[in-house]
Nanobody
């Protein structure tokens, strides 16, 4: 089982940047795809980005392509989400999650993931 702790959220003006971190404990981090999801009030949790266990071919939701960058450092058991050019519609609670099975490419829906973090709030003011 992988335990995950997110950090780096906060309040930022539109056009600003934030970097979210997700620190993992457990030996299985390096063989799992890692995803970031977000959930706005009254809306379902949706995937933002995902990176495979090898770090290749990250997936991005269309609305964040070109603005968000996902990376992982397996030596530090950490995955990062760099968010630039933030928009008010990016406001949500952001969650990281580990892929359900080892050595698999990214899934794009919540059931493909397990070991969710507690979430970190990102608020973008206009």
């Amino acid at each position: 089982q992988v335990q995950l702790v997110e950090s780096g959220g906060g309040l930022v003006q539109a056009g600003g940047s934030l970097r979210l971190s997700c620190a993992a404990s457990g030996r299985t981090f390096s063989n799992r795809a890692m995803g970031w999801f977000r959930q706005a009030p009254g809306k379902e949790r949706v995937i933002v980005a995902c990176i495979s266990w090898s770090g290749s071919s990250p997936y991005y939701q269309d609305s964040v392509k070109g603005r968000f960058t996902l990376s992982r450092d397996n030596a530090k058991n950490t995955v990062y989400l760099q968010m630039n050019s933030l928009k008010p519609e990016d406001t949500a609670v952001y969650f990281c999650a580990a892929g359900r099975l080892p050595y698999q490419m990214c899934g794009t829906s919540a059931p493909d993931f397990t070991s969710w973090g507690q979430g970190t709030q990102v608020t973008v003011s206009s």
